[in-house]
């Protein structure tokens, strides 16, 4: 909590909107508090569980249950303890938590917890048994670790109950559809949708003087939009340095969050996807499922690592210790002609100075899907495939965070009425359309015709840009809705498994190893974990998780 | 006799009894007084450590206990050449820190410890990175140390100098990260430090100066000799804590760029709490007791030595 405050302090200064005196007056009281800070910290985080982020009327999303009366209170006298990370996530679970009282006579006790230590608190409660937590919000990749674990509640059952708000699992795209499901059971109740997109400044591509200028340079239009990683590349060269800043300032070609143990190794997968993947091998990724093999030495993942290490070097070299918040205000700030994130920055792109935000870009930021290659290493035939088009891949890569109910819930079907509740139409097109809850669009009703059958004017009506809008509904459609996804893991030990290539990536980006060596050490700690793990129960986990014969 | 044996058999027949219940009472006073402390030592050492054996033995999956693997998880601490790069750069960054720490505290101790004007506001202001969470310093650190329009780096370019790129290159990352250790702790030898000179009986010094020693002369053959237990006891105290660091490289670095700043604590740490490797843990914590203890058996013997060294001189 203090780093965005001293940050922020900080650039506030340096923009001109703090007065020096203004500044010390703030930082001496962030100084005076500081060491209280240590003594105090247990007991403000227990204040801030009971102080949920305000939500402003005109972006509240509606209620749809009916309060109930005596008998009529379906869950009278339960508690629903909801884990969640205490992140912008968790919005709609305060936002929810009167109109589910009301309607069900329980109460939702909300536990927040850091990011990293959501899932080990889940963890360590489901292992030894507890049910301390009935409900809780989890990334996408630890559902291998809990449902093999036999941790959690199928929700098939409770689909079609009319005891419960009723929300369908056919209005979430397929591709996210497939994460909220493991081994033909469903766990996951829809909420956020992620994968990374590619975002660019729609006013640079549009610039007839860089558009001349990019063609002698690079020898051919400048392309809007992108369609390849080598296109990028070129257009990154051309712009980093040119002066397209903020007062003029040089820019970057791109941004990208880089920073070890944070998000980077998700940049390599959707980067890497269509190096590897294509529709001659639409899933051969990570492992070989007949012996759990590693694949990522692969052609395909060592051109892909190449290209990304010359890519990183088109941007500000700060950006190797990078999180996401840190590139996201680059690009909001002007800064970037380009990066490829989740959908969070397409909303945030909307949150203007005037509206509380940061934006400098609303208006000007335009969203694709991300760009491919003209051939793949095919893992399956064991030879490059050339294609005729652009081999584009959808991806899913990020956290796509969904409750899921604890087996040790003492309160489970209380626990799936919240979640139900919070995965209603009307709720969950209203947190989508306001971004900045980090809920992201992926189901039917969050895309407009033709795709889907939602409305750009809720967009419009949240503070979006109508255009930023039409083309950012337009590129996540196409990214979960393309037959080609990228292999997203879920197996036992997934998270160590990317910590080894997010590390070994950070070391070839910061030029501590070669790209090559990079991928060799991170496929040997690949056969180290799985070793560990048991090779057996990894490869039958991998193989169901993916639906391998 | 039965006059003088009477009270002897009155005090065999009454008094015995007295005295082993009165004994009895004293042993039940004492095990009031000793018993939380030794209850506490049961739950919260002993139990740990035992418990921590038994789970070293065992591999885990998904936060479960798995199977019974004997040593396996002590043999891979030697095979895992992740952790052996940790222990070094670990031995490299407690070396430097220390020093720094020891040498820096010290020579702050020797200015304050003299009466000048504002001299206790001072010594409050000194002391207070001390009281801060390291996590709350790290999160500082990674502030003043970003490298866009950071403040250290603005300093450097108002000075005509290139920014330095503290947490995204290795090698100035690592630097970063000991910086703010040294931030934080050096306080912590100051203030012992000036304690301890504080302690220190004035009028050897005092005749020493007007024998005509200088200063340095007065540091180094009677400050320093008679501060020696103490220093050694801070150094002692400082190793310690520094080969367990944990908050400053997850608040600043998470480990990176790579492994630069990866550190042994934090492979500990993120051993157990994000791969819920608890086996592999358990070994690796007791490999960092082991270290620990043996440093510590030499530092204490050396202590020790210093002050039998003291006693035999008196």
Redesign the interface.
Same mark, same amino acid.
Do not use: Q, V
């Given at each position: 909590m203090s780093q965005p405050t001293i940050h922020e302090l900080y650039r506030a200064l340096v923009s001109g909107q703090l007065s020096r005196r203004q500044f010390i007056a703030k930082a001496a009281a962030i100084g005076i508090t500081a060491p209280a800070l240590g003594f105090f910290l247990k007991a403000a985080e227990a204040r801030a569980q009971d102080e949920p982020t305000p939500v402003p009327a005109d972006v509240a999303a509606p209620a749809v249950a009916t309060p109930c009366e005596g008998d009529g209170c379906l869950f009278a006298g339960q508690t629903v303890t909801f884990l969640t990370p205490n992140e912008t996530i968790q919005v709609p679970i305060f936002e929810v938590r009167d109109e589910f009282e009301a309607a069900t006579g329980a109460k939702l006790d909300i536990v927040l917890a850091a990011m990293n230590d959501t899932l080990p608190n889940l963890l360590q409660d489901v292992a030894n048994g507890t049910g301390a937590y009935d409900a809780s919000i989890i990334g996408a990749w630890w559902l291998g670790e809990l449902v093999e674990g036999d941790y959690l509640i199928a929700i098939d059952d409770w689909l079609a109950d009319d005891r419960f708000p009723q929300w369908s699992l056919d209005s979430v795209l397929p591709a996210i559809r497939n994460l909220m499901q493991y081994d033909g059971k469903t766990y996951e109740i829809a909420y956020d949708s992620d994968g990374q997109a590619f975002y660019y400044r729609r006013d640079l591509f549009t610039d007839p003087d860089h558009q001349t200028a990019f063609k002698a340079e690079a020898g051919y239009d400048l392309p809007d939009p992108p369609t390849t990683w080598d296109q990028v590349i070129d257009i990154a060269k051309y712009f980093n340095g040119k002066p397209f800043g903020p007062d003029g300032e040089a820019g970057s070609g791109i941004t990208m969050h880089l920073a070890v143990g944070q998000q980077a190794m998700f940049h390599f997968m959707t980067f890497s996807a269509p190096f590897v993947i294509g529709p001659d091998n639409p899933q051969l990724y990570w492992f070989s499922p007949d012996d759990m093999t590693p694949l990522i030495t692969s052609p395909g993942h060592v051109q892909a690592i190449n290209y990304l290490v010359e890519l990183s070097k088109l941007g500000p070299e700060a950006m190797m210790a990078w999180g996401l918040t840190e590139s996201w205000d680059y690009f909001l700030s002007g800064k970037a002609a380009m990066t490829f994130t989740w959908g969070d920055l397409g909303a945030l792109a909307q949150e203007t100075p005037e509206r509380g935000g940061k934006s400098l870009v609303k208006g000007m930021t335009k969203t694709v899907q991300c760009p491919g290659t003209m051939s793949y290493y095919n893992i399956v035939a064991g030879a490059d495939a050339p294609t005729d088009a652009p081999n584009i891949v959808g991806n899913t890569t990020g956290g796509s965070w969904a409750p899921v109910i604890s087996k040790f819930a003492k309160s489970p079907e209380a626990a799936y009425y919240v979640c139900a509740l919070m995965a209603t139409e009307p709720k969950a097109k209203a947190y989508a359309a306001r971004g900045f809850d980090g809920v992201d669009p992926g189901r039917t009703f969050d895309f407009p015709p033709p795709d889907g059958t939602g409305n750009i004017e809720d967009y419009v009506k949240a503070g979006w840009d109508e255009q930023d809008a039409k083309d950012y509904t337009n590129a996540y459609f196409q990214t979960f809705s393309n037959p080609l996804q990228f292999p997203y893991l879920r197996i036992p030990g997934t998270f160590e498994y990317w910590l080894a290539l997010d590390t070994h990536l950070s070391e070839a980006m910061t030029g501590q190893s070669s790209p090559e060596d990079a991928l060799n050490a991170a496929a040997s700690e690949f056969e180290d974990i799985t070793e560990r793990f048991g090779r057996d129960l990894q490869l039958d986990s991998y193989k169901r998780s993916f639906g391998f014969e | 006799m039965s006059e003088t044996t009477a009270p002897d058999s009155i005090g065999s027949t009454l008094g015995a009894p007295n005295t082993a219940r009165a004994s009895r009472k004293r042993d039940r006073t004492r095990w009031y007084f000793i018993g939380p402390a030794i209850i506490w030592i049961l739950l919260f050492t002993l139990f740990p450590l035992l418990y921590a054996i038994r789970t070293s033995f065992y591999?885990f999956? +998904?936060?479960?206990m798995?199977r019974w693997v004997g040593f396996d998880n002590y043999r891979?601490l030697w095979e895992d050449e992740?952790l052996r790069s940790d222990l070094q750069r670990t031995i490299v960054y407690v070396t430097v820190v220390v020093v720094v720490e020891m040498v820096l505290g010290f020579l702050l101790a020797l200015l304050f410890n003299r009466q000048m004007r504002g001299v206790s506001s001072l010594r409050t202001i000194m002391v207070?990175p001390l009281?801060?969470?390291p996590i709350?310093?790290g999160?500082?650190g990674? /502030?003043i140390f970003?490298?866009?329009?950071? =403040?250290v780096n603005?300093a450097i370019e108002a000075l005509g100098g290139n920014g330095i =790129?503290w947490? +995204?290159? =290795?090698t100035w990352?690592f630097v970063a990260i000991m910086i703010v250790d040294i931030w934080q702790w050096t306080p912590f030898v100051f203030l012992v430090s000036l304690a301890g000179l504080q302690a220190l009986p004035q009028d050897i010094t005092e005749a020493a100066e007007v024998d005509g020693a200088s200063a340095l002369q007065r540091l180094f053959s009677i400050t320093l000799p008679l501060m020696a237990p103490i220093l050694w006891l801070i150094l002692l105290l400082r190793t310690i804590d520094a080969f367990k660091v944990v908050d400053i490289v997850i +608040?600043m /670095?998470?480990?990176? =760029?790579?492994?630069?700043t990866e550190l042994y604590g934090f492979y500990v740490f $993120?051993t157990a709490? $994000?791969?819920?490797?608890y086996g592999?843990a358990a070994a690796q914590g007791y490999l960092l007791l082991v270290i620990v203890m043996i440093l510590v058996s030499l530092l204490w013997g050396r202590i020790r030595n210093l002050y039998e060294h003291d006693v035999e001189a008196r």
């Open positions: - | 591999a999956r +998904s936060g479960k798995l891979n992740a207070l009281f801060a969470s709350a310093l999160y500082l990674k /502030t970003y490298e866009i329009d950071g =403040p603005r =790129p947490l +995204s290159d =290795p990352a +608040s /670095t998470l480990g990176g =760029p790579g492994r630069a $993120r709490r $994000r791969f819920f490797n592999s």
